[in-house]
């Protein structure tokens, strides 16, 4: 573990950052959710990344994550409320993950407020040695200076090439873990806000999928088919099912997909709720572990 980021975290970083600017003004009341899915991942691409860490997440008001739009979604954003867009971009598997939070209507500036002070407080936490505790500690009274909860259930993680949810977990809540941030580490950071009690619950319905590249059962032709043009293409990343629409000729992703995952070839991750139905807000940051405190590699042009 070197003492400087690799080129390519960086990279990565520089690329998701821009996205967010770019979409962050296109997220209004009456747009198709479809339309930033596809914009932010076609951004990705253009951008110069090799590829999409995981699926665009656009995640509205109670959903706190992992919604990203199936093929053909007609569903648009409301009139007022928080919308959480939340990407990742690679660079030779290098990761990128980064996440706003939009107010529709700006009715609900302390969950801004909350989520993003939270953010920059954690940010200023890191250093080698600093315990995954006290980050949290940090991030839970930020949170509650707002009045809000944070989502105790979800939290940040360890990033390592080709590995989004890589070994160690950043707590949104103060936690008795001796574990710690070394140097040269990378790690994002995504502290949640909530009205409700920051509890999590899963949706019936899951979008996004990954591969179980170890899982060997035996499959019809067309299933085989897409279990292997998803492991070639995605390899150990997250994937969104619309993502597969009308790419293997002759056979319905869909049915696939189900196929797949009874199999255990792949896994779904729900959409994902807050546990009372309260209202959530994210920002999310992907920071190096440097000698003297973290180099944020997703921060944004446009950012206080
Ligand atoms: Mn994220
Ligand atoms: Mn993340």
Redesign the pocket.
Known sequence: MGDKPHPDFMKAGKIAGKVLSFIESKVKPGVKVLKICRLAEEKIMAFGANGLAFPCNVSINEEAAHYTSPHSDTKVFPNTGLVKV?I?AHVNGYIS?T?ITVDLDGSYEKYIVAAKNALEAAIETVRPNVRLGEVGRVIESTIKKQGLKPIHQLS??Q?KPWT??AGKNVPNVGMKVSSTMNLGETY?I?PFATNGNGTIKSGPYAYIFSNNMKNKKKLDRDTLRVRNAARQMFKTLPWAGRWLHGKITGVDANVAIKALQRAGAIHGYPVLYEGKDGMVSQF?H?VFVGPTGAIVSTRRDNEV
């Open positions: 939340d990742g993950d996440a940040g993680h990033l989004l949810h994002a995504e999310e992907s």
